[in-house]
């Protein structure tokens, strides 16, 4: 059965440093391994996707990195802001469809 | 193009009565998913579903809960007689169903938050 933990389980940092968040998974038969960002009462926004075949992707400040043999993943953020604050979830999808979530980080940056 | 749709966005109801929370996925996805985000957890696998078609049920409650997508129409989830411990947030996503898993990428719906009283 995969399991998915998310270390740590919250994080406070000031404005401009960057955030380093990870994500490990128990079983490496996966298809893709997915970061999202959760606002308080609200629904999920897709981060980025990594596919099982790649090492890394990119979007803006955002950088995810995964090591499937080891069940790893790690995103950075570089130079964070308070419009960052949020719970990043990371979920990986297996054979099936469907999405193993961790438990997510909450994360606060103070201005 | 819309994104998924949920509603309602709210649901408050009294302990035994019934909730029914509609999904209506992005134009042109025949999969649906359900999972469900109880207070402080994380969010955890229900459903998932094809048209007319219920593909993995793996994650439901074995008892008052049922999801259906058909024809025509939206998803439903319903839960019957629910109990406090029902309270939680549930989401659905979409996906376009291309047949080859490492393309059919999940969207997400805004969720509807289910308060039992």
């Known amino acids: 059965k995969q399991e998915v933990t998310q270390i740590p389980a919250a994080l406070s940092v000031p404005e401009g440093e960057n955030l380093v968040l990870n994500c490990s998974f128990t079983?490496?038969?996966?298809?893709?391994l997915q970061w999202f960002r959760q606002d308080p009462g609200k629904g999920l926004t897709s981060l980025l996707l990594?596919?099982?075949?790649?090492r890394e992707q990119t979007s803006g400040r955002l950088n995810a990195s995964l090591d499937k043999s080891s069940g790893r993943s790690t995103l950075y953020i570089a130079a964070s802001q308070p419009g960052d604050s949020a719970t990043y979830l990371c979920?990986?999808?297996?054979?099936?469809?469907?999405?193993?979530f961790g438990g997510g980080t909450r994360v606060l940056v103070k201005p | 193009n819309a994104g998924v749709m949920q509603n309602p966005r709210h649901l408050v109801r009294r302990r035994g009565q019934e909730a029914r929370l509609r999904c209506s996925p992005m134009k042109g996805h025949s999969h649906v998913y359900w999972y469900r985000q109880l207070p402080e957890e994380g969010l955890k696998f229900m459903v998932y579903l094809q048209k007319e078609n219920i593909i993995d049920e793996s994650g439901m409650p074995k008892e008052r809960f049922s999801a259906e997508f058909p024809k025509e129409g939206p998803s439903i989830l319903r839960i019957q007689q629910v109990v406090r411990g029902d309270s939680a947030a549930y989401f659905c996503?979409?996906?376009?169903?291309?047949?080859?898993?490492?393309?059919?990428?999940?969207?997400f719906g805004p969720g509807t938050r289910l308060t039992v009283l």
């Open positions: 990594i596919q099982s075949s790649q």
């Open positions: 979920a990986v999808e297996a054979a099936g469809n469907k999405l193993t």
């Open positions: 079983d490496s038969a996966i298809y893709n």
């Open positions: 996503a979409s996906s376009p169903g291309f047949g080859q898993t490492f393309t059919d990428t999940q969207y």
